[in-house]
């Protein structure tokens, strides 16, 4: 099969030191991210967002993110994903980043959104808007600071965070197809 056949991304949680996953997603469970253009591993910081960081593992637990996609980029600067409406890939581009949102309320933190941080999506001033959408960071976000909830960091596969970022994008960073 062509790598084109088998487009998608799938996350999966690992953990060093238990066979099975506890309730509660301890310091040393990892996402990792394999997408059409490479892999990249998360940490979750479940002393910054504990509330989000059970959120998260949870949802991939289940496979929510099985078959999504990344769908806003501003090259270099951040990439969007999350949205399942984008599991179905006939959704209307114009619904794309408005899933998933008002399930979760926010914790935030005093992280900076600095490259490799993983924060929720949130609806811009609505509070407590916060739920299965989220941006990676991959260059200084200060206007982000405090206004949304850092849960994550990127520990491997940076780069293949800069190709996503760097797909050819529209009117406000959505993209010409989604990064699966």
Not at 130 to 155: M, N, S
Request: glycine letters at 10%; hydrophobic letters at 40%.
């Amino acid at each position: 099969m062509s790598s084109k056949a088998l487009s998608f991304l799938s996350i999966t949680l690992l953990l060093s030191t238990a066979p099975k996953l506890p309730a509660q997603a301890p310091k040393d469970l990892e996402a990792v991210f394999e997408t059409d253009l490479g892999s990249f591993r998360l940490e979750f910081l479940p002393e910054k967002a504990p509330k989000h960081v059970d959120f998260f593992a949870d949802l991939i637990r289940k496979g929510f993110y099985d078959g999504s996609g990344f769908h806003r980029v501003f090259a270099y600067g951040l990439i969007q994903g999350g949205d399942p409406l984008l599991k179905d890939p006939k959704t209307k581009k114009e619904l794309w980043g408005t899933g998933g949102l008002r399930l979760l309320k926010s914790e935030f933190n005093d992280t900076k959104h600095e490259r490799g941080i993983v924060s929720t999506v949130s609806i811009p001033n609505v509070a407590d808007s916060e739920g299965a959408q989220f941006f990676i960071c991959l260059a200084p976000q200060p206007a982000l600071d405090g206004k949304y909830t850092v849960w994550a960091r990127v520990t491997e596969g940076i780069e293949t965070i800069e190709k996503v970022s760097a797909v050819p994008a529209g009117d406000g960073g959505l993209v010409e197809k989604p990064v699966r």
